[in-house]
């Protein structure tokens, strides 16, 4: 921008700070501008400062210092402990005991002076006799009448602060030794500067008058606006970002993932986080020996440890499927199935648990629900892994029910979702058949984002379910990471509110 432009656009009080800067020769600090420019407040210089600063018309210098002040004055007026005891042993002849001493300065005090004339070889103490001795050295007879450096710096301090530039280094270093007694401070010194442009502007002549910044009722109720002088505005000029309120990233494709669902004709549902062995494993055919169970898998409670099994019928058709294969045509397990075993209580592994226990407690068609909710595995935290995430899960019950259509499904779910390639292959998991795993298409590759499969006869039958149940369950941090282009996984818990901030709205 040239001089004309800036000068239209400038306010009352960046006109006001330019003519004091020209009458104080183009340079000076806020306080003379202040007092030149006849303002109200120093922050009213600040701020007009700050963007003539963004539209190149001054310049501001800025430099920090640090300075030190007396945090304790009594030292100022008792002085330090070791010229007390200094003239106190001085007196004596140049030796003292230490009793004496004490009993003179007070124990607390005379230790504190033992010390001092020791660290600056004032006195060396004596231990070889009776009682301690104290004498004075040949620096401590020339100190006897002479201020020592940080004697007189404490004194300079008594009058103001010093800063650090100004002060004797080692004599600073010993004040600074002494608890309490100094306290420093960042001083930031400014200078306002006319720069090129705002020379320019200035000799073009700078008239200070009132202007109307921004339109009110009641400058249109009165007619004042008919006589008013209005600013002029440049929307090029800096302003600071204004971030609307939203929702969590994570929230956001929540909700989404929740929208396409119920559209898809789907109920939600979700259940405690606190289960028994049973409806998380031993209801889905998972044997009891089997590795998801371990502790490095799975994270076990102290208390409550166990949770009592309530449907008896269940149970006992469960413990048969496991057995024998129960009525469902299977060999099962050949193992002594454990109800102790299948009483331990757990924090769920997966949400297979919430729709495994709808079932139980809706075994007729249809049925058409789904969940997103947090799951528990003992996992390293790394960028692909957390002990604590979500997952997408869900099932259809009809009659008729096909594989063909959970492919169908599955495919129609992630269209929606804004992935244009879907694949499904092969892939096993103990609780159905067939089963298959989902891919998508994503910046070149394809990306594994969870599983399905029909609910093996072994899973349905004790439940008493006639027709087939088509399951699934679908990583939804992988999804989300997806959808934000993130590498790792733990950004998406993480409080970085530019992050959020910057977040489009979608």
Same mark, same amino acid.
């Given at each position: 921008?040239?001089?004309?432009?800036?000068?239209?656009?400038?306010?009352?009080?960046?006109?006001?700070?330019?003519?004091?800067?020209?009458?104080?020769?183009?340079?000076?600090?806020?306080?003379?501008?202040?007092?030149?420019?006849?303002?109200?407040?120093?922050?009213?210089?600040?701020?007009?400062?700050?963007?003539? *600063?963004?539209?190149? $018309?001054?310049?501001?210098?800025?430099?920090?210092?640090?300075?030190? /002040?007396?945090?304790?004055?009594?030292?100022?007026?008792?002085?330090?402990?070791?010229?007390?005891?200094?003239?106190?042993?001085?007196?004596?002849?140049?030796?003292?005991?230490?009793?004496?001493?004490? #009993?003179?300065?007070?124990?607390?005090?005379?230790?504190?002076? &033992? %010390?001092?004339?020791?660290?600056?070889?004032?006195?060396?103490?004596?231990?070889?006799? #009776?009682?301690?001795?104290?004498?004075?050295?040949?620096?401590?007879?020339?100190?006897?009448?002479?201020?020592?450096?940080?004697?007189?710096?404490?004194?300079?301090?008594?009058?103001?602060?010093?800063?650090?530039?100004?002060?004797?280094?080692?004599?600073?270093?010993?004040?600074?030794?002494?608890?309490?007694?100094?306290?420093?401070?960042?001083?930031?010194?400014?200078?306002?500067?006319?720069?090129?442009?705002?020379?320019? &502007?200035? #000799?073009?002549?700078?008239?200070?008058?009132?202007?109307?910044?921004?339109?009110?009722?009641?400058?249109?109720?009165?007619?004042?606006?008919?006589? $008013?002088?209005?600013?002029?505005?440049?929307?090029?000029?800096?302003?600071?970002?204004?971030?609307?309120?939203?929702?969590?990233?994570?929230?956001?494709?929540?909700?989404?993932?929740?929208?396409?669902? @119920?559209?898809?004709?789907?109920?939600?549902?979700?259940?405690?986080?606190? *289960?028994? #062995?049973?409806?998380?494993?031993?209801?889905?055919?998972?044997?009891?020996?089997?590795? $998801?169970?371990?502790? *490095?898998?799975? +994270?076990?409670?102290?208390?409550?440890?166990?949770?009592?099994?309530?449907?008896?019928?269940?149970? *006992?058709?469960?413990?048969?499927?496991?057995?024998?294969?129960?009525?469902?045509?299977?060999?099962?397990?050949?193992?002594?199935?454990?109800?102790?075993?299948?009483?331990?209580?757990?924090?769920?592994?997966?949400?297979?648990?919430?729709?495994?226990?709808?079932?139980?407690?809706?075994?007729?068609?249809?049925?058409?629900?789904?969940?997103?909710?947090?799951? +528990?595995?003992?996992?390293?935290?790394?960028?692909?892994?957390?002990?604590?995430?979500?997952?997408?899960?869900?099932?259809?019950?009809?009659?008729?029910?096909?594989?063909?259509?959970?492919?169908?499904?599955?495919?129609?779910?992630?269209?929606?979702?804004?992935?244009?390639?879907?694949?499904?292959?092969?892939?096993?998991?103990?609780?159905?058949?067939?089963?298959?795993?989902?891919?998508? =298409?994503?910046?070149?590759?394809?990306?594994?984002? %969870? %599983? $399905?499969?029909?609910?093996?006869?072994?899973?349905?039958?004790?439940? %008493?379910?006639?027709?087939?149940?088509? /399951?699934?369950?679908?990583?939804?941090?992988?999804?989300?990471?997806?959808?934000?282009?993130?590498?790792? @996984?733990?950004?998406? =818990?993480?409080?970085?509110?530019?992050?959020?901030?910057?977040?489009?709205?979608?």
């Amino acid at each position: 921008m040239n001089a004309t432009e800036v000068l239209e656009g400038l306010s009352h009080s960046e006109k006001k700070v330019l003519v004091a800067l020209h009458k104080l020769e183009g340079r000076a600090s806020p306080e003379k501008v202040f007092e030149a420019g006849d303002f109200q407040q120093l922050v009213e210089v600040m701020n007009a400062s700050s963007w003539l *600063q963004s539209k190149g $018309a001054v310049e501001i210098d800025e430099s920090a210092r640090k300075a030190y /002040a007396l945090r304790d004055r009594s030292l100022l007026e008792k002085g330090v402990p070791e010229r007390r005891a200094l003239v106190l042993i001085g007196e004596k002849g140049g030796s003292l005991g230490v009793k004496d001493l004490e #009993a003179a300065m007070g124990k607390e005090e005379s230790s504190m002076a &033992i %010390g001092w004339l020791m660290k600056k070889r004032l006195a060396r103490l004596d231990k070889s006799g #009776a009682e301690p001795m104290l004498h004075l050295s040949e620096e401590g007879r020339n100190g006897l009448g002479v201020e020592m450096p940080d004697e007189a710096l404490l004194k300079r301090m008594g009058d103001g602060d010093i800063f650090e530039d100004q002060a004797d280094k080692a004599a600073l270093e010993l004040l600074k030794a002494r608890k309490g007694v100094l306290q420093d401070k960042l001083v930031v010194s400014r200078v306002l500067r006319l720069s090129r442009l705002g020379q320019e &502007i200035v #000799a073009q002549g700078v008239e200070i008058t009132d202007e109307v910044a921004q339109l009110t009722p009641e400058l249109l109720q009165t007619g004042k606006w008919k006589g $008013a002088s209005f600013r002029k505005y440049d929307i090029r000029t800096f302003a600071p970002c204004q971030y609307p309120s939203k929702k969590h990233p994570i929230t956001r494709i929540a909700d989404e993932v929740r929208r396409i669902f @119920i559209e898809m004709g789907f109920n939600e549902i979700d259940d405690e986080y606190v *289960q028994p #062995a049973f409806w998380n494993m031993d209801a889905l055919f998972t044997p009891q020996d089997h590795p $998801a169970r371990d502790l *490095q898998d799975t +994270f076990y409670l102290k208390n409550p440890c166990r949770l009592p099994l309530d449907d008896e019928d269940i149970v *006992q058709k469960v413990k048969a499927v496991h057995e024998n294969g129960g009525d469902t045509g299977s060999l099962g397990w050949r193992y002594a199935w454990s109800r102790e075993e299948a009483e331990r209580a757990l924090l769920r592994t997966h949400t297979t648990v919430n729709t495994i226990r709808y079932l139980a407690k809706h075994p007729d068609p249809p049925a058409k629900v789904f969940c997103i909710s947090r799951i +528990f595995r003992n996992e390293s935290i790394d960028m692909t892994h957390l002990p604590e995430f979500q997952q997408i899960e869900g099932i259809i019950m009809e009659e008729g029910a096909s594989f063909d259509m959970l492919v169908s499904t599955l495919k129609d779910f992630y269209h929606r979702m804004g992935f244009d390639k879907v694949r499904v292959r092969p892939g096993p998991f103990p609780y159905t058949e067939p089963s298959l795993e989902v891919d998508i =298409y994503y910046n070149g590759s394809w990306m594994e984002l %969870g %599983g $399905a499969g029909v609910f093996r006869p072994e899973v349905t039958g004790p439940l %008493g379910i006639k027709h087939p149940v088509l /399951a699934w369950g679908l990583g939804f941090e992988r999804l989300a990471m997806l959808k934000w282009n993130l590498k790792d @996984i733990r950004e998406l =818990y993480v409080t970085d509110l530019d992050m959020l901030r910057q977040s489009p709205i979608f």
